[in-house]
């Protein structure tokens, strides 16, 4: 696949994913509409890009004493490093009013900022991993 198609792909998914974070966490706003989500998208795409694989290898040993459980906040930490370039991209606190669905409940609860930066990049991850799954 060549280069600008395989870029081209990822900030379509990265865009998508963003908007439906946006959708589904009350925490996560774009001020400015569509064009910060293009280009929270295309910072994302860069960031995971080129330094993600630098905070990976930072934190090798950590995730090798840990048998690799805390790949995870490498995802975190990457959605903290876009906040940091597009200021118009918030994550902050927020209140969870609750769920219940056939007697499965989460109860209402606040959740704070490094929560919702992990709910954010957890969501990121699944949808993309399904898209990608989808385009195989």
Known sequence: MSFIKRYLRLFLINLFCLWSVGFLLPGV???GGFQTIALTALV??????????????????????TLGAF?????VITLWLVTLVVPQFII????????TYNGF????MFVVTFWAF??????ISIITTFILWLIK
């Open 118 to 123: 992990v709910l954010a990049s957890l969501i």
């Open 29 to 31: 706003k774009f001020i």
């Open 71 to 75: 790949r995870w906040l490498v995802n």
């Open 92 to 99: 902050q606190s927020f209140n969870f009013v609750g769920y």
């Open 44 to 65: 994302l795409t860069l960031i995971g890009s080129f330094i993600k694989p630098l905070i990976k290898l930072l934190l090798l040993p950590v995730n090798l004493l």
């Open 105 to 108: 409940a989460i109860p209402a």
